[in-house]
């Protein structure tokens, strides 16, 4: 997984729970979590990420449609605090605006972009721009 800090981009071995998700990372409560770069651990603070990057599950968004189950794609470009834009889609389940995706409780969202998934952190989002 590769994940961004605000001054810097990592390639790492990630510990997460089993069924935990890289979105997770954000929404634990310790400070600090487990990483593995080149054999050696490091604890990185977890409000230094950024972003956390992950390829996109071929079983998507896309195929919530084959099942009936409508879900909203909206163009974006996220526009961090430390000058990095990254573009993509927002996506959500049912007809929900872009603002109600960003105001949710998690305190991180997804962007889908070239293949991956971009887990922003809300934290480090400086303003979002709705594409056309």
């Keep these: 997984m590769v994940f961004h800090t605000e001054q810097d981009e990592r390639e790492a071995v990630v510990f997460l729970a089993p ?6 990372l954000f929404d634990q409560e310790g400070p600090f979590f487990p990483t593995e770069q080149d054999g050696i651990v490091r604890l990185f603070a977890r409000a230094s990420i950024v972003s956390i990057v992950v390829d ?10 084959d099942v009936g ?9 996220v526009h961090l605090r430390n000058g990095r834009v990254v573009t993509g889609s927002v ?7 872009t603002l109600d995706v960003l105001n949710q409780p998690a305190r ?9 998934v971009h887990h ?13």
Excluded: C, W
């Design 91 to 97: 996506m959500s389940v049912g007809r929900t605006r």
């Design 19 to 24: 069924n935990a998700s890289p979105e997770d």
């Design 108 to 116: 991180s969202f997804a962007v889908h972009a070239e293949g991956k």
């Design 69 to 77: 189950i409508p879900y909203e794609r909206r163009s974006v470009a």
């Design 56 to 65: 996109a599950d071929e079983d998507g968004p896309d195929s919530l449609s």
């Design 120 to 132: 922003v952190a809300k934290a480090h989002v400086q303003h979002v721009v709705e594409l056309r």
